[in-house]
């Protein structure tokens, strides 16, 4: 994982039965509700206690035949 000033970038590994959204779905509403839970009196005053913390969009590739170690690099030198 890399932050950057607006987006977040992941490498996850998933079993087949999973699809992205499945995933993207749970890793953000998972994530939200930690964020929440930990933060409230924070985020509340730039959310308007909402709770929400994510974009709706997102945007997914795949490695193909890029080794695992060069998108562990790419993924460094973000931001």
Same mark, same amino acid.
């Given at each position: 994982? *890399? +932050? &950057?000033? &607006?987006?977040?970038?992941?490498?996850?590994?998933? !079993?087949? !039965? #999973?699809? +992205?959204? %499945?995933?993207?779905?749970?890793? !953000?509403?998972?994530? /939200?509700? %930690? /964020? =929440?839970? #930990? @933060?409230?009196?924070?985020?509340?005053? @730039? @959310?308007?206690?909402?709770? +929400?913390? =994510?974009? &709706?969009? @997102?945007? +997914?590739? /795949?490695?193909?035949?890029?080794?695992? *170690? /060069?998108? %562990?690099? #790419?993924?460094?030198?973000?931001?």
């Amino acid at each position: 994982m *890399e +932050v &950057d000033n &607006d987006h977040i970038h992941f490498l996850i590994k998933s !079993k087949p !039965k #999973y699809s +992205v959204s %499945q995933i993207i779905r749970r890793l !953000k509403k998972n994530s /939200t509700i %930690q /964020t =929440w839970k #930990y @933060y409230n009196n924070i985020l509340k005053n @730039y @959310y308007w206690n909402e709770n +929400v913390l =994510w974009s &709706d969009g @997102y945007f +997914v590739c /795949t490695i193909g035949n890029i080794s695992k *170690e /060069t998108i %562990q690099k #790419y993924i460094r030198n973000q931001g």
